[in-house]
């Protein structure tokens, strides 16, 4: 007779059954689940911005290798389908590092639960530098000169010294904050607010360092000679009503517009608001023209301080105007031989825009109307005739032709036209 199995051995079989199946089931599901979602790895085709964590208030960081890494991601295809770069955080831990360069391993972390990623890099270079600040003076440097006959007093500055910031190598560089002043055509006092620029020993701008202030007030007096006074400047010029017919002035430059003049006080005193050149004559001129001529002076006891002539463009052109020349014969050229041609009309008109004094002279026998028929068949065309002017001084005119095209008809002369016969 079998002896029968106790019922604790029973229940720890039964609970290592169902146990087994539950393991049985759960690597069934998992391998259903992983062939529906497999695991996959892919790399983003955005870079991802590299985190440097560092003590800001005592140190900076001067150079990287890189500042984006790629992104290689881990995990389930359903996962990995909805990972973003903005879905990842690269860091660099740089806080327990002294000043110099370093390799620094990074540090990357998914905000998706089961993606596991990497980067490329997977350390970057860096350099850290001590950050530091010192007082510089702050130099005002002039460019430009002022006028002649204009003088300036002492320059009052808002602040004498600047604080530079930055990377203890490039504070090392400034020697002081410059205050650039441009003194060029500077006729009235200056109050401005300017911009400071730090410079190096040899004058070059140091980059990627901080002035505090930034920029300064700055106020300069600037005022004229009291031996000096400007005086504006005309050209005189003559025979403007006797251009040649057809001429107009059409236009005037010159420099300088003014002239610095130094005398007695008195005479100063009594000056003329603008003083004129010598004559420029007009009279005969048909071009543009520069001309070089001194200013007349009111007294002899005054002497130009500044530049003694007056350098003049003075700009003439012919009046526009416009003529029609009808009854223009058409002239045929390149008519193949054996071929004959009938055009209709074999008259035309012609419109010319241009300087009014060559039109003036323009007369009939020097248009011309040609129609090329180089290269053509037998056969109805319509052709655009092109005008021609035998002077030369023409070349620059516009011309318009009336019609615009013309009806031209080639035929075999060695044919015999076929007559029509009557209905």
Known sequence: MQKPIPVRQRIISNVLWFVGSLVLAFVVWLFAVSARDPIEERRLTERADIQFVYDEETMILTDVSSETAVIRARGQRSNLSLLTVDDITVSADLRALPPGTHQVVLAADSRRDHVFVDTVPRQVSVTLELRESRLVPITLDYMGELPAGFTMGDPEVSAMQATVRGAASLVAQVEGASLQIDLANQRSPIVSSARLVPLDANGTIVQDVTLEPAQVDVSISISQRPDVREVSVQPNLIGVDALPEGYILTGLNYEPRSVLVSGPTEVLQSLPETFFTEPIQLTDRTA????????????????????????VAVGITAQTANRQFDGVHVEIIGLTEGYQAAITPNEVTLLITGPQPILDGLRQRDLRAILDLNGLAAGSYQLSPEPSLSLEQLSDVRISVLPASIDVRIEDALVTPTPIADG
């Open 288 to 311: 543009d023209f520069e001309v070089s001529v001194p200013v007349v002076l009111p007294s002899r006891e005054l002497v130009i301080v500044s530049g003694q002539t007056i350098n």
